[in-house]
C-alpha cells in the first residue's frame, strides 16, 4: 500500500500532483460499474479531497500496521476497509479488494472480533498504577498520531474550508524535491520497522516453543517453526529488494545478500515491485476497441462485448469477483497500437474461423453473437474514445466519437493476416491433440459445463456465494448452543477440609478414578 501511494507521486504524472486524478478515473478505468457514472459526476473538490484521503491512506497510515497501540492498528485496518470498500462500489476489479481485505484482517484480534464466549469475560477488576500509566500513555500516544496525520493533511495539502460554497479546497504544497527527500529519509527506517516486527514475530513464536510440553511434540513445533521461520525470513528479504525500486538510492545502500538472495529467485516471481495507476490514463478520453464484422467488406456490424464499453446505450455492467480476461486485455490494447498486443491478431483469427470457444468469451449466450449461424468473412477493429452521458442524457450512458482504424480490414488467407501471424508466430503449426472423453468424471465435468453454460460468470460465483451464506446462517441457527459453564454449588465452596492422615495421602496418591464414574463414587475414610 505505500508503494502504491508513493508511486503516484515519483512518476510525476500532473493529474496527481494536481489531485484532479478521480475526474478521470472513474470513466477510464479498466471496468466501471454503474456507481462510477454517479462518482465521475462529483463536485470537483470532493475529488481532489478524495485524492487527497487516498494519499493519506496509502502512504501515512500502512506504517501504523506495526503500531505497539492496539487502537492505532483498527484505526488503520478501518481505514484500508473503507479504501478497498470505495474502490469495489465504483470499479471491477474482481478479487482483487477482496484478496486485500483478507490481507488487513492480520491486524486484528480474538477479542475486536469477539471470539471469546460472553461467559468467558471476567469483571474488571482495578488496574495496578503500572497499568493505569501505560494505558495513559498509549492514549497519549493515540491522540498525538492523530494530531500528526490531522496537521500534516491540513499542511501538506492546503485544506481550506470555503462556508460559501460548502466546500473543502486543496492543493499540493510541497514540490517533488521535497517528496525525494522525505522518501529518501523514511524508505530504509520502513524496513527496519518490517524487519523489527517480524523480529518480535519470531521470538514470541520461539517463546510458545518453549511452552510446550511432551519431547515429541516439542521436536515437532520445533521443525514446523525453523520451516516456516526460515521461509518467512528469505521472504522478507527478497522482497527487500523489488520494495526499495521506489527510492534509487535506498535500493544501492540495501545489503547485498538481500540482493543475491533475490537474484537467485527472481525468475520464481515470488515478490516484484508494486504500484496501482502510477500514471492515470485516458486524459483526452477513454480509447476503446471496437470490433466488427461483414459478409461482403461493405455492411459492418459491431461485435459486443458482454462487459467492456461498446453500446453507449447499455450501463456498465457488475463483474466482481469475476475476472474477464479477455474485456480487461481489450482495455490494455485500446492503449496503444494492435502491434503492442500480439494475442490481438489470434483473435481476429479465431472470430474468422468461428471457434466457439473464443466467442464465448466475448457472448456467453452464442445466440447474442451476430455471427453465431456463419463466421464473418471480414474482420475489422476501430478505436473510440468514450466519455461517460452527462446527466441530463437519458437512455444513455456514453458518448463516443471515432478516432481512426485500430486494426485493418482482413479475412482468412489475407496476406496482411498472414504476415502478422508469422510476425508473431502465431501460425497453426500442428492440430490441437484430441482429449479422450471415456473417462466417467471428464464426462460429468463435460455435462455439468453445458448445463451452467447459460449463466453468467459473476451470477453464478454470486450464487455460489450466497448460497454458502445461507448455509452458514442455517448452521447457526440451527446448530447446538454452547452450554453455560458449570459453578459448583455455594455449600461445596465452604466446605471444610479434611484432616490429614496416612491414609488419606494414601487415596491422594491413587490414580484419579474415570470421570464418567466419578460422580457414583465417595471418597473413603479410614475410621
Known sequence: ???????????RCPVWWGLTALTYHYETQCLPTPA????HHLPVWLHKLSVVATFLIEIAVPPLFFAPVRRLRLAAFYAQVLLQVLIIITGNYNFFNLLTLVLTTALLDDKHLAAESSNSRRKKTPASWPKALLALLALLLEL???GLLAYGTVHYFGLEVDWEQYAVHSRTTFTFHQFSQWLKMVTLPTMWLGGASLAWEVLAAFWR???VRGWLRKLYTAVQLSVFGTATVAMFLVS???YSYMEPSTHGRLWTGAHHLFGAVEHLHLANSYGLFRRMTGLGGRPEVVLEGSYDGHHWTEIEFMYKPGNVSRPPPLVAPHQPRLDWQMWFAALGPHTHSPWFTSLVLCLLQGKEPVIRLIQNDVARYPFHKQPPTYVRAQRYKYWFSQPGEQGQWW???WVEEFFPPVSLGDPVLDRLLKQFDLQNKSPPRARSSSNTLTQALHWLREQLSPLEAPTLLWGLILAVGAIRVMQSLLGPRPSRSYSPPREEKHKPALKKDP???ADQAAPAPNNCNSGSQTPRRKK
Open 240 to 242: 527487500l529488494v523489488p
Open 144 to 146: 498525538t498520531v492523530y
Open 399 to 401: 458518448r463516443r466519437q
Open 1 to 11: 500500500m505505500f508503494a502504491s501511494g508513493v508511486v503516484k507521486l515519483t512518476s
Open 209 to 211: 516453543w518453549t511452552q
Open 36 to 39: 462510477s457514472w454517479f462518482a
Open 503 to 505: 491414609g488419606a495421602a
